[in-house]
């Protein structure tokens, strides 16, 4: 079945570091992928999406790269802030619209 | 618009008790999706409803977890006679008729504690 795979965590970062959270996925066809971000007693959020392969998704200096080649949905941010501090989970639509999540990455980052 | 809406947001019951978890989609989205989160994992689907109909319950435990979605009124997930092991968040999530992402709007979600 579908399955997402996502970098273990924790990660520790400082303010200004440049962030990657590796995701994979294995998937029938090419679904849409997504990027949720969970703040400290939250509910998720989505962050952000790509529709097809070779689409970017991005949102409040974050991006990803949907690569059909790789299975890969990679998120990224350049220069991360403290508020940046959160739980983020890649995720892909099953066949009965159900998401399928992977394990999350914790992400703190200090001053 | 408002979002999402989950009550309690926090829960506790003794072993044995039953836990009722309440959800309002948002305006418009007629497909209601239960998640629950353990404590350090990722979310697991659990069920998938529309109106007056469950989708998918391929995700619910057999035994004593129920949940549905009636023509008024929000969606409840119901456990029945609680163990510590039910002790999570859990994540309620709606989607709308139209469109091809299937993106869902998720909740605050309800913390349930096991005593």
């Known amino acids: 079945g579908d399955s997402v795979t996502q970098m273990e965590g924790p990660v520790t970062l400082s303010e200004e570091a440049f962030l990657t959270i590796n995701c994979t996925y294995t998937a029938t066809g090419y679904p849409s992928l997504f990027w949720y971000v969970q703040y400290p007693g939250e509910g998720l959020q989505l962050l952000l999406k790509a529709t097809k392969a070779d689409d970017k998704g991005s949102n409040k200096g974050f991006e990803a790269t949907y690569r059909k080649e790789t299975t890969s949905f990679h998120l990224e941010k350049g220069s991360v802030q403290v508020s940046d501090s959160a739980v983020y989970f890649c995720?892909?639509?099953?066949?009965?619209?159900?998401?399928?999540f992977g394990s999350g990455t914790q992400l703190t980052v200090l001053p | 618009n408002a979002g999402v809406m989950q009550n309690p947001r926090h829960l506790v019951r003794r072993r044995g008790q039953e836990a009722r978890l309440r959800c309002s989609p948002m305006k418009g989205h007629s497909h209601v999706y239960w998640y629950r989160q353990l404590p350090e994992e990722g979310l697991k689907f659990m069920v998938y409803?529309?109106?007056?109909?469950?989708?998918?319950e391929s995700g619910m435990p057999k035994e004593r977890f129920s949940a549905e979605f009636p023509k008024e009124g929000p969606s409840i997930l119901r456990i029945q006679q609680v163990v510590r092991g039910d002790s999570a968040a859990y994540f309620c999530a709606s989607s709308p008729d139209s469109g091809t992402y299937n993106e869902q709007f998720f909740g605050p979600g309800t913390r349930l504690t096991v005593l």
């Open positions: 409803l529309q109106k007056e109909n469950i989708i998918d």
């Open positions: 995720a892909l639509p099953g066949s009965a619209r159900q998401l399928t």
